[in-house]
T-cell receptor
Framework: GAGVSQSPRYKVAKRGQDVALRCDPISGHVSLFWYQQALGQGPEFLTYFQNEAQLDKSGLPSDRFFAERPEGSVSTLKIQRTQQEDSAVYLC???????????FGPGTRLLVL | DAKTTQPPSMDCAEGRAANLPCNHSTISGNEYVYWYRQIHSQGPQYIIHGLKNNETNEMASLIITEDRKSSTLILPHATLRDTAVYYCIVRAASGGSNYKLTFGKGTLLTVNP
């Protein structure tokens, strides 16, 4: 079956623009995660959904970051008024059951100019 | 979650075994050791995990010391496609925010022809 997919793969935004990043998890996976990966660093946790409920958003860097998963499948990470420091790779992961592993998508590389 | 320490980089000759060390001296009894890797421009890929016993799968072997304070990931016959950043992660089996994966900077393994 298909893995986790993300779109777009690359996004260039001018500072101040809003962007929306999409994640399609593995079909049937209950849990969905977003991570941010700065250049040369490991991924850092942003937020966690179980079905449509956002159970943890403690990693979101500011109130400009917003994530949703309205029907418990596809998720969108929105960044408002982008800043240069938002430039990073945004990774999505999904998981079937709590003790199972997380499967990652290829990421969206965001560059804010 | 317990902190992990890994060397920043290692080299390995193609066809030889690659042994990647990880220190996790503050690991607690219910915490697993997970290994992921990230090939350039891809999302992290799960490799293997273990609690106390050594584990082996089609990708690698995981050797955990008896005191559980360190572990070694072994790729028995490294190929050029194994060049990647390897992350050692300690994660609780249940409770708290165990759903998060806390990545460090990992070890960049370069397999040379």
């Amino acid at each position: 079956g298909a893995g986790v997919s993300q779109s777009p793969r690359y996004k260039v935004a001018k500072r101040g623009q809003d962007v929306a990043l999409r994640c399609d998890p593995i079909s049937g996976h209950v849990s969905l995660f977003w991570y941010q990966q700065a250049l040369g660093q490991g991924p850092e946790f942003l937020t966690y959904f179980q079905n449509e409920a956002q159970l943890d958003k403690s990693g979101l860097p500011s109130d400009r970051f917003f994530a949703e998963r309205p029907e418990g499948s596809v998720s969108t990470l929105k960044i408002q008024r982008t800043q240069q420091e938002d430039s990073a790779v945004y990774l999505c992961a999904s998981r079937g059951r709590p003790r199972e592993t997380q499967y990652f998508g290829p990421g969206t590389r965001l560059l804010v100019l | 979650d317990a902190k992990t320490t890994q060397p920043p980089s290692m080299d390995c000759a193609e066809g030889r075994a690659a042994n990647l060390p990880c220190n996790h001296s503050t690991i607690s009894g219910n915490e697993y050791v997970y290994w992921y890797r990230q090939i350039h421009s891809q999302g992290p890929q799960y490799i293997i995990h273990g609690l106390k016993n050594n584990e082996t799968n089609e990708m690698a072997s995981l050797i955990i010391t008896e005191d559980r304070k360190s572990s070694t990931l072994i790729l028995p016959h490294a190929t050029l496609r194994d060049t990647a950043v390897y992350y050692c992660i300690v994660r609780a089996a249940s409770g708290g925010s165990n759903y998060k994966l806390t990545f460090g900077k990992g070890t960049l393994l370069t397999v040379n022809p």
